[in-house]
Nanobody
Framework: QVQLVESGGGLVQAGGSLRLSCAAS????????MRWYRQAPGKQRELVAF???????NYPSSVKGRFTISRGNAKNTVYLQMNSLKPEDTAVYYC?????????????WGQGTQVTVSS
């Protein structure tokens, strides 16, 4: 089993910055991908960023150039640095870990952290 704990959400003015953290513990394989998703009220959950265990990252155009995902030295911690925040970035942000297991993959979710950007 894997547990994910997010932190760092809060209220910030437009143009400001926040840094989210996600600490993973438990039965974590060496090869995995950690991802940040977000879900705004009335909208579907969307992928915000991911980083593989080899360091490959990717972002959708909506956050590219403003958000940066990185892994901590312990590799089981992932951060999301969010700059130039906009009101439309307001959402609950979820950390996700996906890893290979025998016969397929398994993914795990954190409880989410609220990010509110005021105009």
């Amino acid at each position: 089993q894997v547990q994910l704990v997010e932190s760092g959400g809060g209220l910030v003015q437009a143009g400001g910055s926040l840094r989210l953290s996600c600490a993973a513990s438990g039965s974590i394989n060496t090869i995995n991908t950690m991802r940040w998703y977000r879900q705004a009220p009335g909208k579907q959950r969307e992928l915000v960023a991911f980083v593989t265990s080899s360091g490959i990252t990717n972002y959708p155009s909506s956050v590219k150039g403003r958000f940066t995902i990185s892994r901590g030295n312990a590799k089981n911690t992932v951060y999301l640095q969010m700059n130039s925040l906009k009101p439309e970035d307001t959402a609950v942000y979820y950390c996700n870990l996906i890893q290979l297991i025998q016969g397929g993959t398994q993914d795990y979710w954190g409880q989410g952290t609220q990010v509110t950007v005021s105009s």
